[in-house]
């Protein structure tokens, strides 16, 4: 099961559920209040999505003609 995080409204607390994934958008009561005003945060799962993605594209491709 994917984690998921969480914004209280109530508290502006943020904490982190282990739920399903179709559950993630159901509302969950807040741990720290118990209210459930709460918002599911979008965050990316995807490892390495941000940072320096140096990608070498050393292929010449067509352009380097010169042969006859
Ligand atoms: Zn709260």
Same mark, same amino acid.
């Given at each position: 099961m994917p984690l998921f995080d969480y914004h209280c409204d109530q508290c502006g607390q943020t904490f982190t559920e282990l739920r399903k994934g179709e559950q993630k958008d159901q509302p969950i009561d807040c741990? @720290?209040?118990? @209210?459930?005003?709460t918002q599911r945060l979008v965050t990316s799962f995807a490892l390495g999505g941000q940072g320096g993605s140096t990608s070498k594209t050393a292929s010449p491709g067509c352009g380097s003609g010169g042969f006859s």
């Open positions: 741990p @720290s209040c118990g @209210s459930t005003q």
